[in-house]
């Protein structure tokens, strides 16, 4: 599957390109485009590799967009925990989106007539890091302040 889609996230970028006016290579891979190769295992060790291979190709300033639809539980979770490394020990860096798409395929075997839905969780990547700070400063009553946040 991960090539099939690959080769979707091409077309797209290909035609997102075209209409930005944005040089695309007709055949392979542009230079921008790093493809890391998910593990091979579902071994602990492993998925911390898919993390190491992920952080380094990220930089101070760059802005982050993942999607954590495809691969295994573990490789989700490794490519959230390089997101947020990125977001707290690389400078200035933002996260932009985190997206998790879902594809309801019970009523049909066509990919024609399956449903799908995008849904942002970048809101919970940011719960998450207002969680860690609260907790970092010892904050009393951290629910209070999370509360207070989600009502605003």
């Given amino acids: 599957d991960a090539k099939r889609n690959f080769g979707y ?5 290909r035609e997102l390109c075209g209409r930005k006016g ?3 290579p007709e055949e392979g891979v542009p230079e921008w485009i790093k493809v890391i190769p998910g593990p091979q295992t579902q071994k602990v060790l492993d998925n911390v590799g898919t993390f190491q ?5 990220t930089a101070d300033d760059d802005e982050l967009f993942a999607c954590v639809t495809y691969g295994t539980k573990p490789m989700s979770m490794a490519l959230l925990m390089a997101v947020r490394y990125s977001r707290r020990l690389k400078s200035n860096a933002r996260v932009s989106c985190v997206v ?9 075997k066509d990919t024609k007539d399956w449903l799908a839905w995008v849904y942002d969780e970048t809101a919970l990547v940011e719960l998450d890091e207002i969680t860690r700070l ?6 009393e009553k951290p629910e209070e ?4 946040i989600i009502e605003i």
Avoid at 9 to 13: G, K, N, P, S
Avoid at 145 to 148: D, E, F, L
């Fill in 22 to 24: 944005i040089p695309y």
């Fill in 100 to 108: 998790y798409g879902e594809v309801d395929r019970r009523d049909s």
């Fill in 9 to 13: 996230l091409q077309q797209e970028l």
């Fill in 53 to 57: 291979k992920l952080i380094d190709c």
């Fill in 134 to 139: 609260l907790a970092g400063r010892g904050v």
């Fill in 145 to 148: 302040v999370i509360r207070s």
